[in-house]
């Protein structure tokens, strides 16, 4: 199911339309760079009437605190989640199985619990089981990001225009699946259910894998004699560039992200090391029109990228 098209700014002028905000309490466990993007466009389109962080560190807390993104910081997740009527989980996911149980007994009947993780089969695993009976889990992704963390790094406009993509397990209630939709809609997301299986082996391919690919030619690159990644560094103004900056992301994000879409990633890595081999065999035999399809493939796909919106 596809709910689109994205509504544009001017939707956060829309008060008159929906006097009511779309949740009571909204309650955000993890404030870096999507938990606070969430805190802005909920607050600078009234989403909420109230906003709750819980955030593990104090010097995050802090910082929630000093730019005004919450109305409440709580250092507890529990009491965090207390009367909340949507609670977002924007941490790692492999922090969700530990957030889950210590918020799972506060969550409110009839609450949403929802998430923000990059990876969906494993958080239907991890939290799935956790969720009380009344409360509804709808598991989230929103296809936006930087290669930014922390509080400081979220902006109000990052999910306009993007996907945001729903994986509610069989069975979900409609309505609240609904209402998450909505609240994406209303932050400009475009909105897509698909099944968590489909989710993961598609994000493998369009994420996991070209941040695996970054990391993995960075640390190539650093492993070079000192002499020879002085020059790396120094004449990195070509595609080199561009690996650097998907390699700056968040380690502990992507570790996690890595270990729980496994099956997924370790299938489109063994795909694409026959298509690199392939490759390489093409360059050793001079098979000029084999290499010159594969570039012209790629050129194909970004000015589709581009007429899609999504570059
Ligand atoms: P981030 O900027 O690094 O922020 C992570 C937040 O989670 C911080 O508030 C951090 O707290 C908290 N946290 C980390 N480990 C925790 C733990 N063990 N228990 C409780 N809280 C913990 O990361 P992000 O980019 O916002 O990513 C958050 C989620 O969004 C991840 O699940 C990721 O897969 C998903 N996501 C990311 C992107 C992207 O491009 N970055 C895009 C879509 C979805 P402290 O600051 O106190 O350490």
């Not at 969430?38 to 819980?54: D, G, K, M, P, Y």
């Not at 009344?134 to 992704?141: A, E, I």
């Not at 979900?172 to 698909?194: C, H, K, Q």
Request: contains cysteine.
């Amino acid at each position: 199911m596809t709910v689109g098209p994205a509504p544009g700014p001017d939707s956060a002028a829309t008060d008159a339309d929906s006097p009511e905000p779309l949740f009571r309490q909204l309650t955000l466990i993890g404030c870096g760079l999507i938990g606070s993007s969430i805190a802005r466009a909920a607050r600078a389109r009234t989403l909420a009437a109230e906003i709750v962080v819980n955030a593990r560190s104090p010097a995050t807390r802090a910082r929630v605190a000093a730019l005004g993104l919450a109305d409440r910081v709580e250092p507890d997740p529990a009491r965090a989640v207390q009367g909340a009527d949507c609670v977002i989980l924007c941490a790692p996911v492999g922090a969700y199985a530990e957030l889950a149980a210590a918020i799972a007994p506060d969550l409110a009947p009839g609450a949403i619990l929802s998430d923000v993780g990059s990876t969906k089969q494993s958080v239907i695993r991890d939290v799935g089981p956790l969720v009380p009976r009344g409360v509804h889990f709808v598991p989230g992704h929103p296809l936006a990001g930087t290669e930014h963390s922390g509080p400081d790094a979220g902006f109000a406009s990052l999910f306009e225009g993007r996907w945001c993509l729903l994986t509610p397990p069989p069975g979900t209630d409609a309505g609240a699946v609904a209402r998450v939709g909505e609240f994406w809609r209303a932050m400009g997301s475009m909105v897509s259910v698909l099944e968590p299986a489909h989710h993961d082996r598609v994000l493998a391919i369009v994420s996991h894998l070209p941040h695996l690919i970054a990391f993995t030619i960075c640390g190539t690159a650093d492993d070079l004699a000192d002499e020879t990644r002085q020059q790396v560094l120094q004449f990195a103004a070509t595609g080199f560039r561009d690996f650097t900056r998907i390699a700056a992301s968040d380690p502990e994000m992507w570790r996690d992200v890595f270990l729980n879409n496994r099956e997924a990633l370790l299938e489109m890595l063994a795909r694409f090391t026959e298509d690199a081999q392939a490759m390489a065999r093409a360059v050793r035999w001079g098979d000029a029109a084999y290499i010159e399809d594969k570039i012209g493939r790629g050129r194909k796909i970004r000015r589709s990228l581009i007429e899609l919106n999504q570059a």
